[in-house]
């Protein structure tokens, strides 16, 4: 059986799949639900991964990835819609991850987002950052918060993403659409340029370095919105990778920056559900109040889980108070809330009997 790209594609978007892994030795394979299922058929090998390659890169990125060894670029299939492939190589061949985006802008409710989220769209200048490990809807979520801005707010929207999974058409707001590569050369000099371009808001599909970050908190000082996304687990270890990846003489002034402009940190994980069928969203949320600021500015970090703690009327919740809440509606087993937990003592405790 000879595989087609296209079929895979179609039959992972029929079946409601996140990911597709294509790998040599193996079947097509696709994420579900969290669990990666392998499709029927004969395992792939070097020719029809090399066809692959050519069917989703151009010559310029074929030659690029020859290079570089490696690629991510997004694509817009009929009937499909638009899906992110990173090209990677192992033992000389080329291996793909695709991830197949959104069709189409979920509501909350869906997504089962808190309120906050929207909330927070509604601020005018400062921080906002969405966190968490790959795979949880970091992008989702930041394509909702652009999203709610859009059909809302008369701004102008500039975002910088590798790649764009999620096409905006401008409403109320003016959106434009950078990627890297092939319109910025890095994230660091196009938000350098981005601040010339009379922005309101600014949205960074990740930031990877410390010239990405000192940038943007530049840029949320200086009167802008600044939405970005950070692999980091929780809130604590949120503030303290920012403050880390600066050098020790230049930690102090950063962590005034940031106590000074981070307005919010959503740290999002995704579980199974209890009855098998997908997953649900789990969230820690703080906002930051005059007493997270100052936590923050004197290195008190271990202090935001009792700020989040006590800051419900603001709609902050420690990760294992989502958790627990999402065990006793019956989302997840409680297995799974244990397992996920800071604390097992504390789901243990207020579980129900």
């Given at each position: 059986?000879?595989?087609?790209?296209i079929?895979?594609?179609?039959?992972?978007?029929?079946?409601?799949?996140?990911?597709?892994?294509?790998?040599?030795?193996?079947?097509?394979?696709?994420?579900?639900?969290?669990?990666?299922?392998?499709?029927?058929g004969?395992?792939?090998?070097?020719?029809?991964?090399?066809?692959?390659?050519?069917?989703?890169?151009?010559?310029?990125?074929?030659l690029?990835?020859?290079?570089g060894?490696e690629?991510?670029?997004?694509?817009?299939?009929?009937?499909?819609?638009?899906?992110?492939?990173?090209?990677?190589?192992?033992?000389?061949t080329?291996?793909?991850?695709?991830?197949?985006?959104?069709?189409?802008?979920?509501?909350?409710?869906?997504?089962?987002?808190?309120?906050?989220?929207?909330?927070?769209?509604?601020?005018t200048?400062?921080?906002?950052?969405?966190?968490?490990?790959?795979?949880?809807?970091k992008?989702?979520?930041?394509?909702?918060?652009?999203?709610?801005?859009?059909?809302?707010?008369p701004?102008?929207?500039?975002?910088?993403?590798d790649?764009?999974?999620?096409?905006?058409q401008?409403?109320?707001?003016?959106?434009?659409?950078?990627?890297?590569?092939?319109?910025?050369?890095?994230?660091?000099?196009?938000?350098?340029?981005?601040?010339?371009q009379?922005?309101?808001?600014?949205?960074?599909?990740?930031?990877?370095?410390?010239?990405?970050?000192?940038?943007?908190?530049?840029?949320?000082?200086?009167?802008?919105?600044?939405?970005?996304?950070?692999?980091?687990?929780?809130?604590v270890q949120?503030?303290?990778?920012?403050?880390?990846?600066?050098?020790?003489?230049?930690?102090?002034?950063i962590?005034?920056?940031?106590?000074?402009?981070?307005?919010a940190?959503?740290?999002?994980?995704?579980?199974?559900?209890?009855?098998?069928?997908?997953?649900?969203?789990?969230c820690?949320?703080c906002?930051?109040?005059?007493?997270?600021?100052?936590?923050?500015?004197?290195?008190?970090?271990?202090?935001?889980?009792n700020?989040?703690?006590?800051?419900m009327?603001?709609?902050?919740?420690?990760?294992?108070?989502?958790?627990?809440?999402?065990?006793?509606q019956?989302?997840?087993?409680?297995?799974?809330?244990?397992?996920?937990?800071?604390?097992?003592?504390?789901?243990?405790r207020?579980?129900?009997?």
């Open positions: 059986m000879a595989w087609q790209l079929s895979i594609l179609g039959e992972a978007r029929q079946r409601g799949a996140s990911d597709v892994h294509l790998v040599r030795g193996i079947p097509p394979a696709m994420r579900l639900a969290g669990k990666l299922e392998r499709m029927i004969d395992p792939l090998d070097d020719a029809t991964l090399v066809r692959f390659l050519d069917e989703v890169a151009t010559p310029d990125q074929v690029r990835f020859e290079s060894r690629l991510c670029v997004a694509l817009d299939q009929p009937g499909i819609g638009r899906v992110r492939v990173s090209v990677y190589r192992r033992s000389g080329p291996e793909m991850a695709i991830r197949l985006s959104e069709t189409a802008i979920r509501p909350a409710a869906d997504l089962r987002l808190p309120p906050i989220v929207e909330e927070l769209t509604h601020r200048s400062g921080l906002v950052l969405v966190t968490g490990p790959t795979g949880v809807g992008t989702t979520t930041l394509n909702y918060m652009i999203d709610c801005i859009n059909r809302q707010r701004l102008k929207i500039v975002t910088i993403e790649p764009i999974e999620y096409v905006h401008s409403q109320r707001s003016i959106v434009v659409q950078q990627e890297l590569v092939s319109d910025v050369t890095s994230f660091r000099s196009a938000l350098v340029h981005v601040l010339r009379d922005p309101d808001v600014i949205v960074i599909g990740e930031m990877r370095d410390l010239e990405t970050i000192e940038t943007a908190l530049i840029a949320a000082e200086t009167g802008h919105l600044v939405l970005a996304t950070l692999h980091t687990p929780d809130v949120t503030v303290q990778r920012i403050c880390s990846v600066f050098p020790s003489e230049r930690q102090n002034a962590i005034l920056q940031l106590s000074n402009s981070l307005q940190v959503v740290a999002q994980r995704l579980l199974p559900r209890a009855n098998g069928l997908g997953q649900v969203l789990a820690e949320v906002v930051t109040t005059p007493a997270v600021r100052t936590h923050i500015r004197e290195r008190q970090v271990h202090q935001l889980a700020e989040m703690q006590t800051g009327k603001l709609q902050m919740q420690t990760m294992d108070a989502s958790l627990l809440g999402l065990y006793q019956g989302e997840i087993t409680l297995e799974t809330a244990l397992s996920q937990s800071r604390s097992a003592d504390f789901i243990r207020h579980a129900k009997p």
